[in-house]
């Protein structure tokens, strides 16, 4: 008896502490849509051959969404007459994108599966899927998340790390979810694809003396001084749409296009992390698939919680 009330004890304090995905798993659609996974490889695998950013912006699609409030396909709600949504805050605003291509799959997968698939896990598949399409590591999604019935415009402004942050602020962003420092560094290595607004690296171009002359010139012809504010540069200037660990190399080159990248490797606690993975592809490339199931089981709502949308920019 006494030892039953241990083990109830430990049960419940981990499942206070968010420790228990068990409603996640593996084969979660095994029975009830088959071919749930493949149909989202193929379609994934489709909008990255017509568009290599794409792969990018879907990995972003799922970080902001599972940092605002844990996996739950907040940020593809539409706002509406009882909430803001998160589309138009401020870190997604003009920036977030790949909606269209969630839409495609949602309603493929609605036409054979009606009512299974959440929204939530697409996103997960579809980050995995695309990091896959350009060549970067895989890994096995824990599915069985489900979808919430609201967003939050005011997390979405206070939860998400900026591109301007100092090392110390992106530590405590990424803690404040429950990562380690050095998941963080891998995490940032999702910025070997994808590319930032001039808006975003401006100062940094201009002001900033810790980036490599020859780039900040080349930069400067498509980044003014003023004005030009959405024209876009890569992240990783070497290879732009293979996912390797170039950005790291980048970084020790003094090559990190927004501020927050080069935050990284400027003689702080996290020099020697870029290091390894500047030299070791192999193990940024373990490190961030494991740090990217972590991600994944961010406050997932499971079981009867939430509900599984029918159109993912819409609460049923």
Known sequence: MAHSKILYGLCYSMLL???VHAQLSTNFYAATCPNALSAIRTAVLKAVSKEHRMGASL?????????????DASVLLDDTSSFTGEKTAGPNANSLRGYDVIDTIKSQLESTCPGVVSCADILAVAARDSV???SGPSWTVQLGRRDSTTASFASANSDLPSPLMDLSDLITSFSNKGFTAKEMVALSGSHTIGQARCLMFRNRVYNETTLDSTLATSLKSSCPGTGSDDSLSSLDAVTPVTFDNSYFKNLANNKGLLHSDQQLFSGGTTDSQVKTYSLNSATFYADFAKAMVKMGSISPLTGSDGQIRTNCAKVN
């Open 17 to 19: 502490l968010g420790l």
């Open 132 to 134: 896959v399409a350009l």
């Open 59 to 71: 990995l972003r699609l799922h970080f902001h969404d599972c940092f605002v409030n844990g996996c």
